[in-house]
């Protein structure tokens, strides 16, 4: 009964050691305090600022491509001219918020039609959606402006200051004129992007050939220079200074992903079970018993983000797929395969630990709802454009007073009517009223002439008033004092718009 004793008495006293030991260690070893102590924990880290290198493959010529078109089509796409007739503006792109107009080549809209907008709105998102579902954040790696003008930032800063250690060796450095030199050339350019990313997004407001010549002359508008400047800073502050940090805590986009991702989408994603276990690896000694991965880190440094595809899906990552450009270079080195890392799924690699060939199925439910409703919301888009009205007709009748009794007994009705021409001509418009016996129709002052002929010009509103008399025989006729109005308006091309409204009088 003695030596059960002694054995937990030992045991304990192991145990205190143990524990002593383990806190002496703790306390001489700060870091590990920081990390293991609650209360020794920071709020804040300051950041680690990430130095991605250069890849070369096939992802990466892929996000120059895109980001050479996507910068082409920002830049050039102001100065491309769409002829709308005499008097229009000739600006193919061009949000006229004087005129209260958005140009976009053959369509015009109009302020009462923003609900096109919304609809190119939707599309948008439900797009967004399914090459979510399909393929990940394939939108933040490749068509992002964070991420196209980023890579655009790194690239010029590639130019000054060298490749990755290169560039990291020079954070180190003292100041010199060399590194002075670097980082004010660096900079330089990088306002003058900025400046011009701020330039182009203003001229989607203005035609553009004019007012670049009003800038550069300095006699533009005081709200375009406030407006490139604020565009300049935003600019320079996000691709230069702020780059993946905008991704990570600023945009809401990684926190929503998720609802869009399933166990089919295509991520890019670390093979562990092909890479494990992973370790370096010297040329000529053999491959048995340990995976491909020799533990090289191109892919960290290849990360714009500064993330480890090996720890699996993140939130940080963008899906650029630069890692797998830089993984592939290395497995070419090493006389192994490629795609150790690539776009697989989450379904796939349960697969191939169970033994299972992989499939990919593009096609499923999920997919098919976003399909089917991008289908439906175009269909209706186009519907929407196919029957719009470029003739259009608003009736507001006088509430006060509701009518007027003339002196022969008759009553008049006074109307408020707004004309829209959105044809790029003009044309004369001819008024008429229907859908009630008896009732006459006339300008407000006796010097009309012909008041139901108006002339408009192209792509043009106008507010006109009319009155509507019914004779005295004919009040009694009115159902409550009520009766149902119709206007119509014509033009010589045979364009025909109807507008219901009412006729009020005095209840017999």
């Known amino acids: 009964m003695t030596e059960p004793a002694v054995n937990l008495e030992n045991l304990v006293a192991e145990a205190v050691n143990t524990a002593s030991a383990v806190s002496s260690a703790r306390l001489n070893d700060d870091s590990a305090v920081a990390v293991n102590s609650q209360a020794n924990r920071p709020l804040y880290q300051s950041r680690i600022k990430v130095h991605p290198k250069v890849v070369h493959g096939t992802f990466r010529r892929v996000k120059w491509l895109v980001m050479a078109i996507t910068l082409s089509i920002y830049y050039v796409t102001p100065f491309i001219r769409w002829n709308r007739g005499p008097g229009m503006p000739d600006q193919a792109v061009l949000l006229d918020f004087p005129a209260r107009r958005f140009y976009f080549f053959f369509l015009e809209i109009w302020p009462q039609e923003f609900y096109y907008v919304t609809g190119l709105l939707i599309l948008a998102a439900l797009g967004l959606f399914l090459a979510t579902s399909v393929a990940g954040r394939v939108w933040c790696g490749y068509t992002c402006p964070q991420t196209v003008w980023t890579d655009l930032f790194v690239f010029v800063e590639r130019l000054f200051e060298g490749d990755r250690s290169a560039r990291i060796r020079l954070d180190k450095e003292g100041w010199s004129v060399g590194k002075f030199a670097r980082k004010a050339g660096k900079h330089a350019v990088w306002l003058l992007i900025a400046i011009l990313t701020g330039g182009a997004w203003v001229f989607y407001f203005a035609d553009a050939p004019t007012l670049a010549m009003q800038m550069v002359t300095f006699s533009a508008p005081m709200t375009a220079y406030i407006f490139v400047g604020l565009f300049t800073a935003t600019t320079y502050t996000l691709g230069g200074i702020a780059r993946e940090q905008v991704c990570i805590y600023m945009c809401p986009w990684p926190r929503i992903q998720g609802a869009m991702f399933d166990e089919e989408s295509l991520l890019v994603s670390y093979k562990d079970d092909r890479g494990e276990k992973r370790g370096p690896h010297k040329k000529g000694t053999s491959w048995e018993g340990r995976g491909d991965c020799i533990d090289c880190g ?64 593009i096609v499923r439910p999920r997919t098919i709802v976003y399909a089917v409703a991008l289908l439906l919301v175009s269909a209706i888009m186009v519907v929407a454009l196919a029957s719009r009205e470029t003739l259009q007709l608003n009736i507001l009748r006088d509430r006060n007073p509701l009518f007027v009794t003339l002196s022969d007994g008759s009553v008049r009705n006074g109307y408020g009517i707004k004309i829209i021409n959105k044809d790029t001509v003009a044309h004369t418009i001819h008024v008429s009223i ?4 008896g009732a006459r129709l ?11 002929e108006i002339e408009m010009s192209a792509d043009a509103l106008k507010n006109v008033r009319f009155y509507v008399s019914l004779p005295k025989d004919r009040v009694s006729e009115l159902d409550g004092g009520y009766a149902k109005l119709n206007f119509v308006v014509t033009d010589e091309t045979g364009r025909r718009t109807v507008k219901e409204t009412t006729f009020r009088g005095p209840d017999q």
């Not at 290849?302 to 699996?312: E, S, T």
């Not at 229907?434 to 016996?437: A, I």
């Open 442 to 452: 006339a300008g407000i002052s006796a010097d009309d002439v012909n008041p139901t």
């Open 434 to 437: 229907d859908g009630l016996e």
């Open 298 to 361: 191109q892919c960290v440094a290849a990360c714009p983000v500064g993330i480890d595809i090996r720890d699996g899906m993140q939130l940080e990552c963008i899906q650029c797929a630069l890692c797998i450009d830089a993984c592939n270079e290395i497995m070419d080195k090493v006389e192994r395969p490629r795609g150790l890392i690539g776009y697989d799924t989450l379904g796939n690699q349960e697969r191939r630990k169970a033994g299972k060939p992989p499939r990919f199925r």
